[in-house]
C-alpha cells in the first residue's frame, strides 16, 4: 500500500487504479429492442429497471463498491454475538482514530441514523438549516416536525458556475434563520461534506470554521453528513490554500473536529455494500441514541449490521483516506466528466466527487420541467446503450407537503454515478460515447 503522501511529485503523474482485479463478473449486452420493452416495463423509471436488463450501471455509487481483499477476509472473522461483537469495537476504534467522534451507535445504512438523529434532537416546529438537502436527511427531519432550510451559497444552484467550494455556507443566510427562528428552535446545522444534490460539490474548511464560530456565539450544534467526507477531504487538498501538504486522514479528522456528531451512509466513502451509523460527542445524546436505536435497528453494539459488516465498514473506513485510491476515484469521475465537456454536452461544473450531473435543462431545453427532462434523459440514455443512471430533478425533490405541488428546483440533473473499484476507463470510454449520441 502506498503512503498517503500526495507529494507534489506524485501529484503530477497519471494516476492508475491502485488495485489489480482478481475477480470479475461478466456483464449482459441486451439489444435495443430488448430495453425498449425493459424500459416501458419500468415505467421509463431507471429505478424501476431490473439490474439484469442493466449494461453498465451507474445509478448510483451507494453499497455497489467492489469491497477490497482485506475487507472480504475481514468478512470471514465476523463475530455474530448478539451483543458486544469484536466487530463493533474495531468499527468505534475506526470511527475514533479517524474521525475522532467519542461514541457510535451502528445502523444498518444511512438512513437509519438520520432516523434515531431526528427523533432524538427534533422537535416539532424546530428548523434545520442545512447547506441543500439530500432525499432521506429531509424527509426524517419534516417526519420528526422539523422544517429544512436551504442555507447553501447561491453559486451551488447554478450548474454552470466554477465556485471551488459550491457545497459551502452562505454565512448571511444561516445568520437570517437564527435571527428569524432563534436558536432555541434550531436543534443543529446540518453540514453535508461533498454535497450530492449540488453534484458532489465539496465544503472548505474555511468555511466550515466561519460555520462554527457562528454557531458557537448561539449555542448551536452541527452534525455533520459524513457520507463522502473523504472525497470532500480530497477536493480540499486540490483547492483549498494551505491544505496542499495536508493527508486525507488529517483533512478528513479537521473536518470532523469542527462537528459535534455524523451521520454516515458507509455504503459510499466506507467501500461497503451495506452499513452506517451515527457518531456523537455529547453523553447525553449519544444515551438518548442508544435507547432508541434498539426499538429501530438492533442492540447498540450492532444497530441493525451483522460482525461481518462491522468489521468491512472498519475497514473500508481506512481505505478510503488513503490518498491513491481516493485520487483515483474522483479521477475516474473527472476522467468521465472531461470527455463530455470535450464534446460539449452540458454538465454541472465543476466536475463533482461521485459523479458526472447532466443538465438536463440545458440538454433538453424544449422540455418544460413538469414533463420531467432528467426523467425523460435518463430513459433515453439507457434506451442507447444500456447504461443505467438516475433522476435528480424535479422528481426526487417530491412534492410540497402542504400544497401538494411540484417542487421544482432550479437544479434539473441526470447523475451518472461511478461506483468505486468496479468498471474501468473503457466502460467510461462507452458511457460517454453513448451520452454524446443521444446529445
Ligand atoms: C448525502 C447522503 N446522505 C444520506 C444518504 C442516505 O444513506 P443510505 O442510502 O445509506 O440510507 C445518502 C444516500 O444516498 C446520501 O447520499
Request: aromatic share 6%.
Amino acid at each position: 500500500m502506498s503512503t498517503d503522501d500526495g507529494t507534489p511529485a506524485q501529484r503530477t503523474r497519471s494516476w492508475a487504479e491502485p488495485f489489480k482485479i482478481k475477480m470479475v463478473e461478466p456483464l449482459k449486452m441486451t439489444t435495443r429492442a430488448e430495453r425498449e420493452v425493459a424500459i416501458r416495463e419500468a415505467g421509463y423509471n431507471t429505478f424501476l429497471l431490473r439490474s439484469e436488463d442493466v449494461y453498465i450501471d451507474l445509478l448510483t455509487d451507494s453499497g455497489t463498491n467492489a469491497m477490497s481483499d482485506r475487507q472480504w477476509a475481514g468478512m470471514m472473522l465476523g463475530d455474530e454475538a448478539y451483543a458486544g461483537s469484536r466487530n463493533f469495537y474495531h468499527l468505534e476504534a475506526a470511527v475514533q482514530e479517524l474521525y475522532g467522534y467519542r461514541h457510535l451507535v451502528p445502523t444498518h445504512q444511512g438512513r437509519g441514523a438520520e432516523h434515531i438523529l431526528s427523533k432524538i434532537m427534533i422537535s416539532p416546529g424546530d428548523v434545520v438549516p442545512g447547506n441543500m438537502y439530500f432525499t432521506t436527511t429531509r424527509l426524517h427531519q419534516e417526519l420528526a416536525g422539523g422544517t429544512f432550510v436551504d442555507v447553501i451559497i447561491d453559486e451551488a444552484h447554478d450548474p454552470t458556475n466554477l465556485h471551488p467550494f459550491k457545497g459551502n455556507v452562505d454565512l448571511a443566510k444561516l445568520q437570517r434563520v437564527i435571527e428569524q427562528h432563534g436558536a432555541d428552535k434550531i436543534p443543529y446545522v446540518c453540514i453535508a461534506t461533498a454535497v450530492n444534490m449540488a453534484g458532489g460539490q465539496p465544503i472548505s474548511l474555511a468555511n466550515l470554521r466561519e460555520v462554527r464560530a457562528m454557531c458557537d456565539a448561539h449555542g448551536i450544534r452541527i452534525i455533520h453528513d459524513a457520507t463522502r467526507v473523504a472525497e470532500n477531504a480530497f477536493f480540499i487538498k486540490e483547492r483549498e490554500p494551505g491544505c496542499a501538504d495536508m493527508t486525507i486522514a488529517e483533512i478528513v479528522r479537521a473536518i470532523c473536529d469542527l462537528t459535534d456528531g455524523c451521520t454516515m451512509s458507509a455504503k459510499k466513502d466506507a467501500l461497503v455494500n451495506i452499513g452506517g451509523f451515527l457518531a456523537l460527542n455529547d453523553d447525553d445524546l449519544f444515551d438518548a441514541a442508544r435507547n432508541m436505536v434498539v426499538i429501530y435497528e438492533g442492540l447498540h453494539t450492532y444497530g441493525g449490521m451483522a460482525g461481518r459488516d462491522m468489521e468491512a465498514v472498519s475497514i473500508g473506513l481506512h481505505e478510503s483516506v488513503e490518498y491513491d485510491h481516493i485520487r483515483a476515484r474522483v479521477g475516474q469521475v473527472a476522467y468521465l466528466g472531461r470527455k463530455l465537456q470535450d464534446a460539449g454536452v452540458p454538465i454541472v461544473v465543476p466536475i463533482g466527487s461521485h459523479g458526472v450531473f447532466l443538465d438536463a435543462r440545458a440538454f433538453l431545453p424544449h422540455l418544460d420541467q413538469d414533463t420531467y427532462p432528467a426523467q425523460a434523459l435518463a430513459a433515453e440514455i439507457y434506451l442507447d446503450s444500456g447504461v443505467r443512471t438516475m433522476e435528480r430533478g424535479n422528481v426526487s425533490s417530491g412534492r410540497d407537503p402542504a400544497t401538494g405541488e411540484n417542487r421544482h428546483p432550479r437544479l434539473e440533473l441526470v447523475r451518472i454515478t461511478l461506483p468505486r473499484r468496479v468498471y474501468t476507463q473503457a466502460h467510461m470510454d462507452v458511457t460517454a460515447e453513448s451520452i454524446v449520441e443521444v446529445y
